[in-house]
């Protein structure tokens, strides 16, 4: 049973004789097919009747009858499907010679008809087969057969004129419907495959045509089979004129040949073609063990550039970004003002930059704003405190690591800060506490610019700028051996001293009027005179040292704002009076005024006594260290468990001093 398609199957027929081609349109009734027919005697005639055919009705198969349609098939690129005859068909066209002749002739194309013996017994005479393959042997075949003694010839549509030829008479063998039926089944199952091979031809080469790489085929010889557009356009060569060459003669500098014949993939390889470099990647095509071809595929390494660059993209973590210009930086001072300018000038550079000054000078503000002054300011400025991540991680986290580097690992491996920093600013907090025998490893960095995964065994190149910072002197801790004396000079390049608060003359008094007007949570300072900021505030705050600098002069201030809203009846100096104690360390009220400050003649004990002194050292050196506890407890020379404990012991203020603080003064 024949399963049919749609849309119709186009099938042509080349036919011999006008009975075949009736045959044909009786037995193609009803089917899912549109029928064409040209007439062709034979051979040449056929073949030409053919390409008739194909250029007007473009079929999906060809039918014809015998030697036509094999002659056909050696001249077009068109399925043929051969009407065979059978022995029953030549014993139909004898059977009514049958006792009248003795000897005939059988004329075939090419190959002998089985059972033609068989027929010549069932019939009582001698049938002898002739074959042939052009029309002038099938003519000396027929002056043979007359020789011969032959009576009758029987065959294709040249045997009707062997009377003319040789006195002879010959007569067309025609085939059977059950022939014709058959060679419509084969036809539909050929078209059918065909449209299958068709479509997937046509995905092929739609991807292969649209492709951004490059894709060229060589075959078992070398010789090139297939080249894609992008091939073309890199190679700088046409298809057309390239396929069937070897390769080697074509394409500079390849090893198609060398694949070919090792049998071994060469991946990623970089390539100079035509004064551009691409990385290529060469396979060989295997088939029963052995190579009968090599697929190449290759882009430019511009391209791979600019993928890197996206997957890099999305591989950052959001907040990988500068907020903060040097023009956000507010001062009134000669010399802060000289050094924003400075710190312009070194944003046009890529060298090093090493931000030394005291904690909440603002040393991450000038990092930020260099990054944004700079022609990196589109990429990501990756900010890293050195100090806040434990030292086991701190490798990992700056240079990455590949899949299995460790137990916990990440599947398929992660980006280190250094990957997701590439071609924007790495801004290195703290750097002075890096551990020692990291600091060899961010040295190579920043001598070779390029970083290896833990883990891994591939040097990925990177185009990061470096800006460090630290709040202790860098020189004196490389003089003593504590800071690796290479490394600080690598990063001091680009030396940049912010001066602390005390030093900056009525900058003090300048930001503390823009802090107070910003308020706590914007609100306005609606309960301070302006008169009586201007005259008492300036002294108030010369009163003080501002060991925490601009980041605690910001705190003081919006606690000021926001107490004087609350109580209006106070004095600016009470009210700064109880904003200082609150951030110079932790008081305990027992229900009286909250502005009366807290006495320690309140019957405590010696021990009490010591207790909460001990305990307004930690919390001002927490403070100082932003909160690292590992810091806090290296500086007041106790262990990290004995700080826990005796902040325990004060739970109510500890939990009070860890709500200060503003990381974005750094």
């Known amino acids: 049973m024949i399963e049919y398609a749609s849309p119709p199957y186009k099938i042509a027929l080349v036919a011999p004789y006008g009975n075949l081609s009736a045959m044909f349109a ?59 005859t059978t022995a029953l068909d030549l014993l139909r066209v004898l059977l009514p010679f049958q006792g009248k002749i003795r000897k005939a002739a059988f004329f075939n194309y090419q190959e002998p008809l089985p059972e033609v013996q068989a027929v010549a017994r069932a019939l009582g005479m001698e049938i002898r087969e002739y074959l042939f393959h052009t029309r002038e042997e099938k003519s000396s075949r027929m002056l043979e057969a007359a020789a011969e003694g032959a009576q009758l010839g029987v065959g294709g549509a040249l045997v ?149 660059q996206r997957l890099r993209g999305r591989q950052r973590a959001h907040g990988f970004e500068a907020r903060w210009r040097l023009a956000d930086i507010l001062t009134r001072n000669a010399g802060m003002k000289d050094l924003k300018k400075l710190a312009a000038g070194y944003a046009e550079a890529d060298a090093s930059v090493l931000i030394q000054g005291e904690s909440g000078s603002g040393k991450e503000l000038f990092a930020q704003g260099m990054h944004l002054a700079s022609r990196r300011a589109a990429a990501p400025f990756v900010a890293v405190n050195c ?91 490389a003089a003593r051996g504590l800071f690796r004396q290479d490394l600080f000079y690598r990063c001091n390049v680009l030396p940049l001293h912010i001066p602390p608060l005390r030093e900056r003359g009525n900058d003090t008094l300048y930001l503390a009027c823009h802090f107070l007007r910003k308020g706590a949570r914007g609100a306005a300072c609606t309960g301070l005179d302006r008169e009586a900021l201007d005259k008492e505030l300036g002294d108030l705050l010369r009163e003080h040292a501002w060991p925490g600098n601009v980041r605690e002069l910001a705190n003081v201030m919006e606690r000021l704002a926001l107490i004087s809203d609350l109580f209006p009846q106070r004095s600016l ?16 009220c027992g229900g009286g005024d909250p502005f009366t400050p807290p006495s320690s003649d309140n019957g405590e004990t010696l021990r009490e006594i010591a207790r909460r002194a001990e305990y307004e050292a930690i919390t001002r050196q927490l403070s100082a260290c932003n909160g690292d506890y590992a810091r806090a407890a290296r500086r007041l020379g106790i262990s990290r468990v004995s700080l826990w404990r005796k902040l325990r012991e004060r739970p109510n203020i500890a939990e009070t001093e860890e709500d200060g603080g503003d990381s974005s003064m750094k």
Not at 64 to 82: C, K, L
Not at 574 to 584: C, N, W, Y
Request: proline share 3%; hydrophobic share 40%.
């Open 26 to 84: 009786r037995v193609a009734e009803g089917l899912p097919c549109s029928l064409a027919v040209r007439m062709g005697v034979a051979l040449e005639e056929a073949v030409a009747a053919a390409r008739q055919l194909i250029n007007s009705e473009q079929p999906e198969v060809i039918c014809s009858r015998g030697g036509s349609a094999d002659y056909i098939q050696s001249q077009v690129d068109v399925p043929v499907v051969t009407v065979s």
């Open 160 to 308: 009707a004129g062997m009377r003319e030829l040789c006195g002879v008479d010959g007569i067309v063998l025609e085939a059977g419907e059950d022939a014709v039926r058959r060679a419509l089944r084969e036809a539909f199952a050929i078209a059918r495959i065909r449209r299958v091979e068709l479509q997937r031809q046509a995905r092929t080469m739609t991807i292969l045509n649209t492709i951004a790489e490059g894709i060229m085929v060589t075959d078992e010889n070398n010789a090139l089979t297939l080249i894609n557009p992008a091939a073309e356009n890199i190679l700088q060569i046409k298809a057309d004129e390239t396929v069937g060459r070897d390769a080697r003669d074509v394409v500079p500098n390849t090893r198609t040949w060398n694949v070919l014949h090792n049998g071994t993939s060469e991946l990623n390889e970089l390539q100079d073609i035509n004064g551009q470099t691409i990385v290529t990647n060469r396979v060989p095509i295997r088939m029963n063990g052995r190579s009968i071809g090599v697929v190449c595929t290759f882009a430019g390494a511009e391209r791979i550039r600019q993928a890197e």
């Open 387 to 477: 100090a806040a991540i434990p030292p086991s991680l701190l490798e990992s986290e700056l240079f990455g690591y590949e899949e299995g580097a460790f137990t916990g690992a990440r599947r398929k491996g992660k980006a280190g800060y250094f990957e997701l920093a590439h071609e924007g600013t790495l801004f290195l907090d703290e750097i002075s506490e890096m551990p020692y025998h990291l600091q060899a490893r961010l040295l190579r960095v920043l001598q070779e610019r390029e970083v290896m995964r833990v883990g891994g065994a591939q040097m990925i190149p990177i185009d990061v700028r470096i800006i460090c910072a630290t709040n202790r002197n860098l020189q004196a801790l």
């Open 573 to 588: 100096r009470e009210l700064f009076s109880r904003t200082r104690a609150q951030e110079s360390g932790p008081c305990v």
